[in-house]
């Protein structure tokens, strides 16, 4: 009897894949202190959290995600690296320019529908796709329309003061959290946006839109 009651309670701990926070804020705050580890190695330093083989059993039947990160597909921008995190943590979508088409929103829709309510849309410093747009380049297709598809944030910042690839990058992260906050306003999610320096390995915020 003993032995049922352990496993009735096991499947009820399994069954309701538990998450390391209650709301998109303290979800953010994980990431946020997970990436202290990454670039304040001297202050923190890695934990490496969920990355061991216990953990790839834990959560091979369920996975219970606790945010959605949308980033760059550039080799140096891996989430889980970036936040200390580990297996089943994050719903990671990865396409460059972190840009939004219906299968990068449907595959955000699953996850805020079913596991979490933080999206992080992750752009970060020196993209190359962004890049590729303010320089004007055409390159042959589909790759054409991924760097067409970063003109708007490439027009929107032109006037902006700096640097105008770090000012693209930062207008297309708001343009895209803006689409993400309107699809998912009825779902109630929190989007964050962030950048990434590829310098420090800190994440911050964006410039503020500029009019
Ligand atoms: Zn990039």
Not at 84 to 90: E, I, P
Not at 113 to 136: D, F, N, S
Not at 163 to 181: G, Q, T, Y
Request: with cysteine; glycine share 8%.
């Amino acid at each position: 009897m003993r032995k049922l009651i352990f496993f009735v309670f096991l499947a009820g701990l399994y069954g309701a894949d538990p998450q390391p926070c209650a709301t998109p804020e303290t979800c953010w705050t994980l990431l946020e202190e997970g990436n202290g580890n990454w670039w304040d190695t001297k202050r923190h330093g890695l934990t490496h959290p969920n990355q061991t083989p216990e953990r790839r059993t834990a959560v091979a039947q369920h996975q219970s995600p606790f945010a959605v990160v949308l980033t760059c597909s550039d080799s140096r921008v891996p989430p889980e690296v970036v936040f200390d995190r580990g297996v089943g943590d994050l719903f990671v979508i990865r396409v460059a320019g972190n840009l939004l088409d219906d299968f990068v929103i449907g595959s955000i829709q699953y996850a805020v529908t079913k596991y979490t309510k933080l999206i992080v849309v992750l752009g970060h410093q020196r993209c190359g796709a962004i890049e590729a747009a303010v320089a004007g380049e055409r390159p042959p297709n589909p790759l054409g329309l991924l760097v067409k598809a970063l003109k708007p944030a490439v027009k929107a910042s032109r006037k902006w003061p700096g640097d105008r690839v770090e000012n693209a990058v930062d207008a297309n992260i708001h343009l895209v959290a803006n689409r993400l906050e309107v699809r998912f306003k009825a779902d109630g999610v929190l989007v964050k946006r962030k950048r990434y320096s590829l310098d420090s390995g800190q994440v911050t915020d964006p410039q503020p839109w500029k009019p």
